[in-house]
C-alpha cells in the first residue's frame, strides 16, 4: 500500500513558476495532491502555465514582481484567500550574473541581490506567522551550486546564493520550535531554458565538461530538482532542517570544475 508524503490540503506557494525550475516543482506537488499558488512576473507565461498544470490539479496564479514593495504581503493574502493558507513555500525566483567582481556595477549588484535574496526574506517574512500560527512550514530556498564552490565570473550570483544558504540555516535555528523546517536546494547544471541560453554561448569543452566528467553524465533536468525539493517540503522530511541539498550529479564531490579546463588546457 503506497503512503503518501503530504498530508491532504497541504498548501504551497511556488515563485518564479512560469517555466523552468518553478514550474516543474509546482507539476511535482500537484502530482502529490498539493494545492499550488504560482507565483511570476511574467504574466502571458503564468497564465499559459496555470492553464496547462491545472489539468494536474488545483492550480491558482498570481502575477506579481517579488521584488515590488506590496508583493510579500499580495503573495500571502492571495494564498490565504485562494487555498486557505500557507503550508509550504519555494523561493525559486531569480535572476542569473555573470561579471567578475571588478565588472559588476552597482545596479547590477542591487538588482541580482534583491531578485535572489532580499525578495526570498521578505516574502518569507510575510508567511511565517501563518505558519507559526498552525504550528507548521516548509521553506525551500532554492541556491545553486555556485554559492557552494564559487564559480569563475558569477561573483553577483554566487554571493546572492550563498546568502540565502546562511538565511536557509538561520530559519531553521529560529523556527524549528514553532514546527517550521528550512532547507535549500542548490542544483548543478539543469537544462532550463535560461541555462540553455547560457549554454550556448560556452565552448565545446564547457559543455563536454557538464556531459561527461561528471560521476552522473548527464546535465540535469528541471525534475531532478523537483524531486529533491518535494522530499524537504513533505511531511517524511520533518527531522531535515538546515541543511542544503546538491543536485549537481556529484559534480562538488570531485576535484573537477568545468571553466578551469579546456581542449588546449
Do not use: C
Not at 83 to 101: E, F, M, Q, Y
Not at 203 to 226: C, F, M, Q
Amino acid at each position: 500500500m503506497s503512503r503518501q508524503r503530504f498530508t491532504p490540503g497541504r498548501t504551497a506557494v511556488v515563485t518564479g513558476a512560469a517555466q523552468g525550475l518553478g514550474r516543474a516543482i509546482a507539476e511535482r506537488f500537484l502530482e502529490e495532491g498539493v494545492h499550488v499558488l504560482l507565483v511570476d512576473r511574467n504574466e502571458d507565461g503564468l497564465a499559459r502555465t496555470a492553464d496547462e498544470l491545472s489539468r494536474a490539479g488545483r492550480v491558482e496564479a498570481r502575477a506579481v514582481d517579488v521584488t515590488a514593495a506590496t508583493a510579500p504581503e499580495e503573495i500571502r493574502d492571495a494564498a490565504l484567500g485562494a487555498l486557505g493558507g500557507v503550508d509550504i513555500l519555494v523561493n525559486n525566483a531569480g535572476i542569473a550574473g555573470s561579471r567578475p567582481v571588478g565588472e559588476v556595477d552597482e545596479a547590477r549588484w542591487r538588482d541580482v541581490l534583491e531578485v535572489n535574496l532580499s525578495s526570498a526574506f521578505r516574502l518569507t517574512k510575510a508567511v511565517l506567522p501563518t505558519m507559526v500560527a498552525a504550528g507548521y512550514g516548509r521553506i525551500v530556498n532554492m541556491a545553486s551550486m555556485t554559492g557552494v564552490t564559487g564559480f569563475r565570473g558569477s561573483s553577483d550570483y554566487a554571493v546572492s546564493k550563498a546568502g540565502l544558504m546562511a538565511l536557509t540555516r538561520s530559519l531553521a535555528a529560529d523556527y524549528g520550535p514553532s514546527g517550521i523546517t528550512a532547507n535549500a536546494v542548490a542544483p548543478g547544471a539543469i537544462l532550463t531554458p535560461l541555462a540553455e541560453k547560457m549554454l550556448a554561448t560556452r565552448p565545446a569543452w564547457y559543455v563536454r565538461g557538464n556531459l561527461e566528467l561528471k560521476p552522473v553524465p548527464r546535465i540535469g533536468a528541471p525534475e531532478d530538482v523537483a524531486a529533491a525539493v518535494a522530499f524537504l517540503a513533505s511531511d517524511e522530511a520533518g527531522y531535515v532542517s538546515g541543511h542544503v541539498l546538491v543536485v549537481d550529479g556529484g559534480l562538488t564531490a570531485t576535484h573537477y570544475v568545468p571553466d578551469r579546463f579546456s581542449d588546449e588546457g
